[in-house]
């Protein structure tokens, strides 16, 4: 889901399904290669619109410790 969501550049989405991700086996390194990808497939605007997606949520989930 998270490539999809990268894909068609639904950030806020994008943001929401990290966190699922990691809250489902995902690691934070998986999750980056995945938008590593994302460069080469999906084109570069959107692999930054999903990095910036992706901090957001690792912000959200460091902030409540």
Sequence with gaps: MITVL???GSSEE???HT????????TRT????????MTI???IPRAVE?????KRAYDKID???
């Design 50 to 54: 999903g990095y910036q997606a992706m």
């Design 41 to 43: 497939y999906g084109g």
């Design 6 to 8: 990268a894909t068609i």
């Design 30 to 37: 998986e999750i980056k290669e995945i938008m590593m990808q």
């Design 63 to 65: 902030a409540r410790g």
């Design 14 to 16: 994008l943001s929401l």
């Design 19 to 26: 966190e699922v991700g990691l809250n489902h086996g995902l």
